[in-house]
Each structure stands twice: as C-alpha cells, then as structure tokens.
C-alpha cells in the first residue's frame, strides 16, 4: 500500500491495510507479547489502479509478562507501525491542531472546543493500574507538523483512573467524563529499507516515549475523515501488509506481522 505524502500525510496511528488483519502476536525474551489482531481498512474491495476513501481500524493489544513490575519486564515505551505501499494519507484535507492547544489534564469538550475541525478519529483505550485495567476514550486530531517538517497525529487519551473503571466516550463535544488526560504524538516517517519492496515507499508511524504511569494495554481507534484515508489493491500477489514493532521500558521488543488478501472492485 503507498501511504503517499500529498503534503501531509500521517497515519493515524495508521494508514493503511485494506481488509481486516490478523495480527500474529510474538513474544520478547521479557515474556511481554504485543499484537495487531482486529486492525483492517474498510472497506475490503478496493480499485487496483486508484485509491478509495474509507475507514482504517487500528487495534493493538499488550499483554504484560509481569503486571505491576516493570523493572521485571517494562512496559510498552515506543510502538512502530509500518504500512505496505498501497494506502495514502491526505493531510491537506483536514485542519490542523497544534499540540499546545490541546496539553494538560483537560477534557474531551475542551479538546474539542479547541481542534474539533481537525478530528480524524475515536475510539477506546485501556491501561494499566497496578493489578487493575482502566478505561478510556480516544480522540485523534490532525496534527501539525514536527520542527523538521514530518507529519503528525495528536493521540488525545481520556481516562477514568479509578477502580472499578468505567467512562462514556459518547458526544464528545460536550463530554466532561474522565479524571486524567494523557497526549501521545505520533509521527509519520518513511519506512526503513530493510523491509523490503512490498513495504518500499510506504509510511510508518512512531510513537515515542509512551509514559508508564498508565501503561496502555489495548488501543482500539476507527480514523475516517473524507479523503483522509483511501487504499487499493494494487500488488501482484493481492496482499496487503503491516508489521509493528513494540519496544519495552527494558530496551527489549517483539514484532507483529500480518497479511491478507484483498479484492478488485
């Protein structure tokens, strides 16, 4: 899948596959597994020649060898998602949101108050509370670029961190719901060489430096907006691909890969 830079052109915590993926979960030397399982792009047929807009799902999902321990085994510190060259990223086509505009413990209303133009995406998230999993809601804004000119996304996490957990992500407009906020900046690069031709000029998206004060066990975002994002099925052998790498608290990391067919149409 080509995620092309039109300028813009970030993930969203993505950009990407074409039909739903199933993520091969391979565990690090720590014990710790992560995976992509539930992720995919709607919808699944796809022009050959020419992209279609639609709806990319990115599900990851960490399970901890040793919860409530991280000097044991660490907790998720960076993820790497990296895309085949058969999807595209439109960034021109949404506003953009500075990440200062959206700091600190606020909530969904006030983020939205702020960068509601430049919205691409919801969802759910999970962490971790000692023993215990809390809950969340997702939004995910157009970001603006880095100093050096990448594109980005602003991951907006909204927990209820308390036990039991629980929170509406419903109207998040006026949603006033969750006690601690957490911001994670994604950033879209080109995918390293050593991935191979399928993966070759495709895009990758990095988040870097995800604190363990809640450390994230599910991550589960739908981006749509417009032309946003749009994929195709363009290669010989009819595959769409993505691999992600998770790097632990520890320095150690385990790899997701996952394939699927895609239709012409």
Known sequence: MRIRMRYGAPLALAAVAAVALVGIAMAAPNGNTSSVQGSGFNPTKLPQNTYKAGALITHTHGTYAHPGSAPQGGYTNRTELYF????????????????????????????????????????????????????????????????AGQP?????????????????????????????????????KPNPASLGPDFQGGKMLD??????????????VTTQHGSYISARCHDANKKLDIKGKFTYSDGQSDTVSSSKACTIG
């Open 207 to 220: 988040v870097n430096n995800i604190p363990h004060t809640l450390p994230l066990s599910d991550f589960l």
């Open 84 to 147: 085949d060259n058969d999807g595209k990223l439109n960034t021109t086509a949404v506003p953009k949101c500075g990440k200062a505009t959206i700091s600190g413990n606020i909530t969904m209303k006030q983020a939205m108050a702020q960068c509601a133009t430049a919205k691409v995406g919801t969802g759910t998230a999970q962490a971790l509370l000692g023993p215990s999993t809390v809950k969340a809601c997702v939004l995910v804004f157009n970001g603006k670029p880095t100093t």
């Open 152 to 188: 980005t996304d602003l991951i907006f996490t909204r927990f209820q961190v308390a036990v039991p957990s629980s929170i509406n992500c419903a109207d998040p407009a006026n949603n006033q719901n969750g006690n601690t906020t957490v911001l994670l900046e994604g950033v879209v």
